[in-house]
């Protein structure tokens, strides 16, 4: 059998609704309909993926046709049985295709071919749908010649189009070679046929997506703690463990949700509570804070809720309450833990209710005030102990903000001072006020019980006691510079008076850096008596 002498209606049954090749199924396909499927599959998958689709159709079309060919047909020879493939393109009406060379030789792999294929159905849907291209277009055909010639030869063949009527030329023009033969361009021939696993793809960029979503939130967080510092209130923060109560504070800010900011005292749990507020739907309302630790039963009522006027002795004129006053704001309930059982249980109804009744009135009045409270007790503890409500406390600890002791956070001590040097420098009228270098061992080592209270006290005495603007040791106070000065001696029980006060002028020169005008003055003594003193005592300092 030789390749010419194929004809389509001896090869081909047409039958009635089974159109077979030998047994084979075909279809006649509508090369409109092909052409939308290449747009669509263009626009969906993209150019590089729709040709690789659209090469590998011709693929396994090609290498079906090889199948059949050989199956139906004793084949003179291999070349023959090679042409039957340009033949069959031509039977099916894809093309009118001329074999313009073949070489090959199967026992070396080797294998070249070079086809013109005049008037290409695919080029023909490609311009009518898409368009002059700029590349070669007939990919299901150039799969075709790849797959059939694959099959007959039993290595892998490549053709690929260098000429093509959809690209403007006047006939399409393929060449096939094997692997070998097509040299550094055996990898592009290779991906025009493979595939990318789009589901694989799909995973991976939504696995790509998601980091890039979290990365892109923790950005907005360093964003909004940058923020935050610059904001005036937290300009000295460096510690992480502080960076994260303000973080958290930002991002609970934006809700309703009532807050209970924990922490021993002086830590700044009032500063958070107005941070949260400024940042919060109701920034633009009033913020009103109240010690509710401060106040007796009877007083924290009317305090918070009002009164009427006579409603009890002393009521002459009718009070709002901060409740009120703090309408469409925030309302700061610090020392939470120190209030009544019967408080809790009023103050629980107005968290319940959000509606607050004035003492000695019968009518409750709506408000709209955010919650939150603050305490340096542990109010779990409380509930234990039944000191504490257990509901009150689910409700205002929606979310709770512990924030820590100055000691947990050393890294802020000394942006702290510095802040506070400022603040006093402006406050006292002081412009060139500083914090001399000698204090800072003094300020890190102090363990702060009293935190940034104590800090802030210290640094207000420190500027108001400061020697030409500048705040030394001395200047602090003593509970600050002593501990760490004093903390040698463990037989301090069992000194004399004079051992103790040779201690202390010790101390007091170290703190003046050995300078005995400053020292005598700290003492009270003369430089005189100091010197006496001194001298007797063996002496000490420069
Ligand atoms: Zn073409």
């Not at 009070?319 to 610090?334: K, M």
């Not at 006093?424 to 890190?444: E, H, I, M, S």
């Not at 030409?468 to 463990?490: F, G, K, M, T, Y």
Request: hydrophobic content about 40%.
């Amino acid at each position: 059998m030789r390749a010419e002498d194929l004809t389509l209606h001896e090869i081909v049954d047409f039958a009635e609704g089974r159109v077979s090749l030998h047994g084979r199924r075909l279809v006649l396909q509508d090369t409109y309909a092909f052409a939308l499927l290449r747009k669509d599959l263009i626009n969906m998958v993209g150019l590089e993926q729709a040709r690789s689709l659209l090469s590998r159709f011709g693929h396994f079309w090609g290498e079906a046709d090889a199948a059949a060919m050989k199956r139906i047909f004793e084949w003179d020879n291999l070349a023959e049985w090679l042409k039957a493939g340009p033949r069959m393109h031509a039977l099916q009406g894809l093309v009118r295709p001329m074999v313009k060379a073949l070489d090959f030789d199967q026992s070396r792999g080797f294998f070249h071919m070079e086809v013109v294929w005049h008037d290409s159905a695919e080029a023909d849907q490609h311009l009518s749908e898409l368009g002059p291209a700029d590349h070669p277009v007939c990919w299901v055909l150039q799969g075709y010649a790849s797959g059939y010639c694959s099959y007959c030869l039993g290595i892998p063949i490549y053709f690929r189009e260098q000429r093509c009527r959809g690209m403007g030329d006047r006939v399409c023009m393929a060449v096939g070679k094997d692997e070998t033969s097509w040299g550094d361009e055996i990898e592009t021939c290779r991906s025009r046929f493979q595939t990318e696993d789009i589901r694989n793809k799909v995973q991976t960029l939504t696995v790509e997506l998601r980091q890039k979503t979290q990365e892109i939130k923790q950005q907005r967080r360093r964003l909004a703690l940058l923020e935050a510092r610059a904001g005036s209130a937290f300009v000295e923060v460096h510690s992480d463990i502080f960076a994260r109560v303000i973080e958290l504070a930002t991002r609970v800010a934006a809700y309703d949700s009532s807050v209970l900011i924990t922490g021993e005292s002086g830590t700044g749990k009032e500063v958070i509570a107005r941070y949260i507020h400024k940042h919060s739907l109701h920034a633009n309302g009033p913020f009103v804070a109240v010690n509710c630790g401060a106040l007796p039963d009877t007083l924290l009522e009317s305090e918070l809720f009002g009164h009427t006027a006579g409603a009890f002795t002393g009521a002459v004129r009718e009070r709002v309450g901060l409740f009120a006053e703090a309408h469409q704001g925030t309302i700061l309930l610090d020392e939470i833990g120190d209030i009544s059982p019967a408080m809790q249980v009023k103050l629980l109804r107005v968290l319940q209710t959000k509606e607050i009744m004035r003492v000695g009135d019968s009518k409750t009045r709506k408000v709209n005030v955010r919650v939150i409270a603050a305490t340096n007790r542990t109010l779990a503890e409380e509930v234990e102990k039944g000191t504490f409500r257990e509901d009150l406390l689910y409700r205002l600890r929606v979310i709770e903000i512990e924030v820590p002791p100055l000691r947990d956070r050393r890294e802020d001590i000394l942006p702290l001072a510095r802040h506070f040097v400022q603040q006093f420098a402006r406050r006292l009228k002081k412009p060139n006020l500083t914090l001399d270098g000698t204090c800072v061992d003094y300020l890190q080592a102090h363990t702060w019980p009293g935190n940034v209270r104590e800090l802030e006290n210290a640094i207000e005495r420190g500027a108001i006691l400061a020697h030409n603007d500048r705040i030394l040791p001395e200047h602090l106070p003593l509970s600050i510079v002593h501990r760490r000065l004093q903390d040698a001696p463990a037989n301090s029980l069992t000194r004399t008076l004079a051992e103790v006060e040779h201690d202390h002028i010790e101390v007091i020169l170290r703190l003046t850096n050995g300078n005995r005008t400053r020292a005598a003055g700290i003492l009270g003594i003369s430089q005189a008596t100091l010197w006496r003193k001194l001298k007797r005592g063996g002496g000490v300092g420069g």
